[in-house]
């Protein structure tokens, strides 16, 4: 069984950063694609950031593109999701996700397993 759990969430003011984590078990980690999405109260889930398994490729939602870089440890099965110059409207809880389906990367049914999420909240 695949577990998936993230950490880093918290407050920040808006200019500031943060990063996540997200720490991965039960799977052969370097071979998975993996992504972040993130969510804010009564809106769609919303794609962040795809990498694939080795790393050497990174995708960036438009909104995040610039601001927000992903990167993973396959020795430490962990990626992250570095956030800089973080804005309100950045606020939303932050989930990792593995991708199992062969759709499209910015696509949440492309992936078969989530962790339980950790909350970003950005002050103005």
């Known amino acids: 069984q695949v577990q998936l759990v993230e950490s880093g969430g918290g407050l920040v003011q808006a200019g500031g950063s943060l990063r996540l984590s997200c720490a991965a078990s039960g799977r052969t980690f370097s071979s998975t694609a993996m992504g972040w999405f993130r969510q804010a109260p009564g809106k769609e889930r919303e794609f962040v950031a795809h990498i694939s398994g080795s790393g050497g490729r990174t995708y960036y939602g438009d909104s995040v593109k610039g601001r927000f870089t992903i990167s993973r440890d396959n020795a430490k099965n962990t990626v992250y999701l570095q956030m800089n110059s973080l804005k309100f409207e950045d606020t939303a809880d932050y989930y990792c996700?593995?991708?199992?389906?062969?759709?499209?990367?910015?696509?949440?049914?492309?992936?078969?397993?989530w962790g339980q999420g950790t909350q970003v909240t950005v002050s103005s």
């Open positions: 996700a593995l991708q199992v389906y062969s759709g499209a990367y910015y696509y949440p049914d492309s992936y078969g397993y």
